[in-house]
């Protein structure tokens, strides 16, 4: 049963940067981490899961307009770890973030493609 747990939330003000890092742990052989596509998503109060960035498993990212040119994903894999680095960051980013994983997904940002979820990170931007 594979494990996702997100770090790195926090309260900053607009302008402000943080960085959020999913480990991902509990997959029965080391091997299957690369053969897993992760994401971030995120959900503010009264609205949809929404889909930040993700990678698959060739590397490739793909990432949401409303994030793009300011959110970058990494994937280190000597760590097992999924990380992304938010640089100027406006209060409409403020939601509770999530790390996801699943080793068939055709589609990096939608949620339905998730069946392993992590518990989340707030992240909090003020004006």
């Known amino acids: 049963q594979v494990r996702l747990v997100e770090s790195g939330g926090g309260s900053v003000q607009a302008g402000g940067s943080l960085n959020l890092s999913c480990e991902i742990s509990?997959?029965?052989?080391?091997?299957?981490?690369?053969?897993?596509?992760m994401a971030w998503f995120r959900q503010a109060p009264g609205k949809e899961r929404e889909g930040v960035a993700g990678?698959?498993?060739?590397?490739?990212?793909s990432i949401s307009d409303s994030v793009k040119g300011r959110f970058t994903l990494f994937k280190d894999n000597a760590k097992n770890t999924l990380l992304m680095r938010m640089i100027s960051l406006k209060p409409d980013d403020t939601a509770m973030y999530y790390c996801a994983a699943d080793p068939q997904t055709t589609e990096l940002l939608s949620r339905y493609e998730y069946n392993n979820w992590g518990q989340g990170t707030q992240v909090t931007v003020s004006s």
């Open positions: 990678i698959d498993t060739d590397g490739r990212t």
């Open positions: 509990g997959y029965i052989d080391s091997r299957y981490w690369s053969s897993y596509a």
